[in-house]
């Protein structure tokens, strides 16, 4: 039963994140510090797991996943009534007579610097739900119920089309040159996000009209996944305009935005500076894999990436340990946090493991490629390591 | 009538035969052709199983296929238009006959590679 009960465990940061909003001022920043918290931690100190358990029971793992809706759903909730002036569906009064807490005065204690906290709280938790429960649902490519849902918990952080570029695009073209979302050697975190979110806005939006000039269909109308993505992120915030006006829509808009990059951090360190010959296949070494206990119940097992992308029609419950695989440094949201603040530490931090790939993963082709990406990196560790060999 | 109508036909296997290569196998209700295929041992070029990659791709010569995922993404208009489906994403309705083509590209996977790398991973039990 535990088994199954420990993937709920997401939830908790999901309600730390809404009640750190509901309670107001500096309770604001309770979420990310609670999942920052807890998860470097609680991986650094409960350490790693490789076990493999079988599951039988699919529909309970399936409602884990979509419970994500109904639960990001009430936080976005909790989001537009603190923006709001109003009582929004009477919330603040349910709230004072049933739990006792005044929910207009926390929110007039409440100022910018408290909503930053709150935005940044509300980020992290949109990419740690939305967008990782998004991207396990969209890869079931034969389910239209979960395509559907998925591209509305990724449509949070304006990025919907993440259904087509991902499956279709980062995939297919992993650990190549053509891949937005594989971070070269040396290249640099802020460099990388810039160029990986334009790179996937413009690959998924190229894939789409080629697949209706395939089918003989305008580019510009209703059949437009990549159209109708960007309609859906609209409706979110055309609701949060609705229901908490202009200061509903700037809370909403840059949380999404913020998810956003989340995303990219993780993009940044799973596949950084591995290189891969686009004619042969995706192995499991083209992938940082994480086997940190934490990080795996939290976020489905995404940090097992090296099976992921070596058989991406498992499921998360099937995804192997992989415990020869090349091994990421720390946990998902150590490293996280480690490419926000400090990007040219954890690039150098990278470059042993990096070398090391070289040495005990790459084959041969792979291993002129490598010569490539460590000339054109400057990172003299990198360059002086070409030299030395 | 209307049982007929209405009532659960029996599922029932298709047979798939491949050329060039003589290959007979039957498909599972439910089953792809590419697991029918690895299921019997069967060397069937592939990589993603996600219909992404196209590497499992063969040719229609008779017959219909499901295809689970839009294959209009990864296929050309060219492929499209010679029914080229993809395995991992296709099951038969009723028996089908294909061509699969072997390319060097897609025959070179192994021969490139040092023991280093964890060996392919089996398929999922279902």
Same mark, same amino acid.
């Given at each position: 039963?535990?088994?199954?009960?420990r993937?709920?465990?997401v939830y908790?940061?999901?309600?730390?994140?809404?009640?750190?909003?509901?309670?107001?001022?500096?309770?604001m920043?309770?979420g990310?510090?609670?999942?920052?918290?807890?998860?470097?931690?609680?991986?650094?100190?409960?350490g790693?797991?490789?076990?493999?358990?079988?599951?039988a029971?699919?529909?309970?793992?399936?409602?884990?996943?979509?419970?994500?809706?109904?639960?990001?759903?009430?936080?976005?909730?909790?989001?537009?009534?603190?923006?709001?002036?109003?009582d929004?569906?009477?919330?603040?009064?349910?709230?004072?007579?049933?739990?006792?807490h005044?929910?207009?005065a926390?929110r007039?204690?409440?100022?910018?610097?408290?909503?930053?906290?709150?935005?940044?709280?509300?980020?992290?938790?949109?990419?740690?739900?939305?967008?990782?429960? !998004?991207?396990?649902?969209?890869?079931?490519?034969?389910?239209?119920g979960?395509?559907?849902?998925?591209?509305w918990?990724?449509?949070?952080?304006?990025?919907?089309?993440?259904?087509?570029?991902?499956?279709?695009?980062?995939?297919?073209?992993?650990?190549t040159?053509?891949?937005?979302?594989?971070?070269?050697? !040396?290249?640099h975190f802020?460099?990388f996000l810039?160029?990986?979110?334009? !790179?996937?806005?413009?690959?998924?939006f190229?894939?789409?009209?080629?697949r209706l000039?395939?089918?003989?269909r305008?580019?510009?109308g209703?059949?437009?996944?990549?159209?109708?993505?960007?309609?859906?992120?609209?409706?979110?915030?055309a609701?949060?305009?609705a229901?908490a006006?202009?200061?509903?829509?700037?809370?909403?808009?840059?949380a999404?935005?913020?998810?956003?990059?989340?995303?990219?951090?993780?993009?940044?360190?799973?596949h950084? !500076?591995?290189?891969?010959?686009?004619?042969?296949?995706?192995?499991?070494?083209?992938?940082?894999?994480s086997?940190k206990?934490?990080?795996?119940?939290?976020?489905?097992?995404?940090?097992r990436h090296?099976?992921?992308?070596?058989?991406?029609?498992?499921?998360?419950?099937?995804?192997?340990?992989?415990?020869?695989?090349?091994?990421?440094?720390?946990?998902?949201?150590?490293?996280?946090?480690?490419?926000?603040v400090?990007?040219?530490?954890?690039?150098?931090?990278?470059?042993?493991?990096?070398l090391?790939?070289?040495?005990?993963?790459?084959?041969?082709?792979?291993?002129?490629?490598?010569?490539?990406?460590?000339?054109?990196?400057?990172v003299?560790?990198?360059?002086?390591?070409?030299?030395?060999? | 009538?209307?049982?007929?109508l209405?009532?659960?036909?029996?599922?029932?296997?298709?047979?798939?035969?491949?050329e060039?290569?003589?290959?007979?196998f039957?498909?599972?209700?439910?089953?792809?052709?590419?697991?029918a295929?690895?299921?019997?041992?069967?060397?069937?070029?592939?990589?993603?199983?996600i219909?992404?990659?196209?590497?499992c791709?063969?040719?229609?010569?008779?017959?219909?296929?499901?295809?689970l995922t839009?294959?209009?993404?990864?296929?050309?208009?060219?492929?499209?238009?010679?029914?080229?489906?993809?395995?991992?994403?296709?099951?038969?309705?009723?028996?089908?006959?294909?061509?699969?083509?072997?390319?060097?590209?897609?025959?070179r996977?192994?021969?490139?590679?040092?023991?280093?790398?964890?060996?392919?991973?089996?398929?999922?039990?279902a």
């Amino acid at each position: 039963m535990t088994k199954y009960l420990r993937f709920l465990g997401v939830y908790a940061f999901v309600l730390a994140t809404a009640a750190g909003i509901a309670l107001g001022g500096a309770w604001m920043w309770l979420g990310i510090a609670v999942i920052y918290g807890v998860m470097i931690v609680g991986d650094e100190m409960i350490g790693d797991d490789y076990s493999e358990p079988v599951y039988a029971h699919r529909r309970v793992l399936d409602a884990l996943l979509y419970l994500a809706v109904p639960v990001l759903g009430f936080l976005c909730f909790v989001m537009a009534w603190m923006a709001g002036t109003g009582d929004l569906l009477g919330f603040g009064a349910w709230v004072q007579a049933n739990l006792g807490h005044d929910l207009f005065a926390a929110r007039a204690a409440t100022g910018p610097l408290h909503w930053l906290g709150g935005i940044l709280s509300a980020a992290l938790t949109f990419a740690a739900v939305g967008t990782n429960i !998004g991207h396990e649902l969209t890869h079931r490519t034969t389910d239209r119920g979960a395509i559907f849902a998925g591209r509305w918990l990724l449509a949070l952080t304006f990025d919907a089309e993440f259904a087509i570029e991902h499956v279709y695009g980062h995939h297919r073209r992993l650990a190549t040159a053509a891949d937005p979302a594989t971070a070269r050697r !040396g290249e640099h975190f802020y460099r990388f996000l810039v160029r990986s979110i334009f !790179g996937q806005t413009r690959s998924a939006f190229h894939l789409e009209r080629e697949r209706l000039e395939k089918l003989g269909r305008p580019a510009w109308g209703p059949h437009n996944r990549y159209l109708r993505g960007w309609l859906m992120s609209a409706a979110i915030v055309a609701a949060f305009g609705a229901t908490a006006g202009a200061a509903g829509v700037v809370v909403f808009v840059l949380a999404g935005l913020a998810g956003r990059t989340v995303l990219e951090a993780v993009n940044y360190f799973e596949h950084y !500076g591995l290189v891969r010959d686009p004619d042969a296949p995706v192995e499991p070494r083209h992938s940082w894999n994480s086997n940190k206990a934490l990080s795996n119940v939290v976020l489905f097992n995404l940090a097992r990436h090296s099976h992921h992308h070596a058989e991406g029609d498992a499921q998360f419950w099937q995804l192997r340990s992989y415990r020869d695989a090349p091994t990421l440094p720390y946990g998902y949201l150590t490293c996280m946090l480690l490419v926000y603040v400090v990007p040219g530490w954890y690039r150098d931090r990278m470059t042993p493991l990096v070398l090391d790939w070289d040495r005990r993963y790459a084959n041969a082709t792979e291993r002129r490629l490598a010569d490539v990406a460590n000339r054109a990196s400057g990172v003299p560790a990198l360059q002086l390591a070409e030299q030395g060999r | 009538m209307l049982g007929r109508l209405f009532g659960r036909r029996e599922p029932r296997a298709a047979t798939v035969q491949v050329e060039p290569f003589g290959w007979e196998f039957q498909v599972e209700p439910g089953q792809t052709i590419l697991q029918a295929a690895l299921a019997r041992g069967l060397p069937w070029p592939s990589r993603c199983r996600i219909g992404s990659c196209t590497t499992c791709r063969c040719r229609l010569l008779d017959g219909d296929v499901r295809a689970l995922t839009d294959t209009s993404y990864v296929l050309s208009r060219e492929q499209l238009a010679e029914r080229v489906i993809l395995a991992c994403q296709s099951q038969p309705r009723g028996s089908i006959r294909v061509h699969l083509e072997r390319t060097k590209a897609r025959l070179r996977r192994d021969a490139d590679d040092p023991g280093a790398a964890p060996a392919e991973p089996a398929l999922p039990a279902a």
